[in-house]
T-cell receptor
Framework: DADVTQTPRNRITKTGKRIMLECSQT?????MYWYRQDPGLGLQLIYY???????NKGEISDGYSVSRQAQAKFSLSLESAIPNQTALYFC?????????????FGPGTRLTVL | LAKTTQPISMDSYEGQEVNITCSHN???????ITWYQQFPSQGPRFIIQ???TKVTNEVASLFIPADRKSSTLSLPRVSLSDTAVYYC???????????FGAGTRLFVKA
């Protein structure tokens, strides 16, 4: 079973709709991240969380919100989706106790906003 | 945050050694250098991380000169399955503010 799972894997929605992307992990990591990737480009950090009570904005947080429901769950919401939020979204985790940081990524959610 | 510069793309043939160099002139004392690999429609996968000199694992080697202003990822004897995008990241080991640039697209040909 995958250590980092994302649901849904694909989603098509319309402009103005509220969308929630979910991420769950079984790695026991304290840190979780949300990234977006546009075609042909690198990943941009949207939000990151060090633990349930610690949530921080990344490079491109406008138009997004997050919720860390438990150590293992980190959800990303688009309150009112717009077409330029069409992208591939990745969740990732890492173990903050380690000096040797490695992020583990989920399979991604492909979101299309019409 | 240290900015990184790496080639946009590289071509190679199966069986060759591939070296991808990344420049990071503004690297800070506490920064580590990390490389990730990404296949199409998949999340990035950690390859290797180092601070100075040379690091080697079962997948790759990472060479870092004394001034640490650049680093080279070396992939020995590449195969077609090594075709992917390779990202060089520089940041503190906490990693929460590391930036993924556009990466280097490696094409391995038969």
């Amino acid at each position: 079973d995958a250590d980092v799972t994302q649901t849904p894997r694909n989603r098509i929605t319309k402009t103005g709709k509220r969308i929630m992307l979910e991420c769950s992990q079984t790695k026991g990591h304290d840190r979780m991240y949300w990234y977006r990737q546009d075609p042909g480009l690198g990943l941009q950090l949207i939000y990151y969380s060090f633990d349930v009570k610690d949530i921080n904005k990344g490079e491109i947080s406008d138009g997004y919100s997050v919720s860390r429901q438990a150590q293992a769950k980190f959800s990303l919401s688009l309150e009112s989706a717009i077409p330029n939020q069409t992208a591939l979204y990745f969740c990732a985790t890492s173990d903050g106790r380690l000096t040797y940081n490695e992020q583990f990524f989920g399979p991604g959610t492909r979101l299309t906003v019409l | 945050l240290a900015k990184t510069t790496q080639p946009i793309s590289m071509d190679s043939y199966e069986g060759q050694e591939v070296n991808i160099t990344c420049s990071h002139n503004n690297i800070a004392t506490n920064d580590y250098i990390t490389w990730y690999q990404q296949f199409p429609s998949q999340g990035p996968r950690f390859i290797i991380q180092g601070y100075k000199t040379k690091v080697t694992n079962e997948v790759a080697s990472l060479f870092i000169p004394a001034d640490r202003k650049s680093s080279t990822l070396s992939l020995p004897r590449v195969s077609l399955s090594d075709t992917a995008v390779y990202y060089c990241l520089v940041g503190e080991t906490g990693g929460f503010k590391t930036i993924f640039g556009a990466g280097t697209r490696l094409f391995v040909k038969a």
